[in-house]
């Protein structure tokens, strides 16, 4: 679904979508949607800008940064964000609003596709780091069991302590 500036220049646009898993493209980001992704969007024009309020709600599946468990993340988002159309930028250097106050976004052509603020703004909710949960004791560094499941008796590595060193002098 388009968001078209032609719409928008005569009134305000509210749209819904539904999304099904696979049906956007995350590029390439390392986790998979497991539910619809369902967004709700109030569009309206500002000047030359296109305001964006609304919300969305899925799930999805990563795996665990130290043990590769899978691990479920729902993704609950509320958003307001401004687009500029693209070729504005270079005579309107001057922005009045200060930047990290509001997200600023740039379109082209004649609107904004939903799909591409819906993906956008999941790959913003995922954290940086996933961990299954704080307690996750990883995989053994030499033998690769997962610690979670299973103790080894592989002697953890001497240079992994970074005190190994002091103890000696
Ligand atoms: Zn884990
Ligand atoms: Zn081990």
Redesign the pocket.
Known sequence: MRISLAELELHRVTASESYAPGALDFHGAEFRQTAPLNIKVNAELLGTEIRIQGNLETRLEAS??????G?EIPVRSDFDLYYRPVRTIAKEEEIEIPEDEMEVGFYSGDGIELADVATEQVILSVPMKV???PQ???LCPVCGA?R?LESCNCAPPQQDSPFASLKKQ
Do not use: P
């Open positions: 665990c940064d130290r043990c590769l468990g691990v961990v299954c949960g996750c004791r990883g997962n979670n």
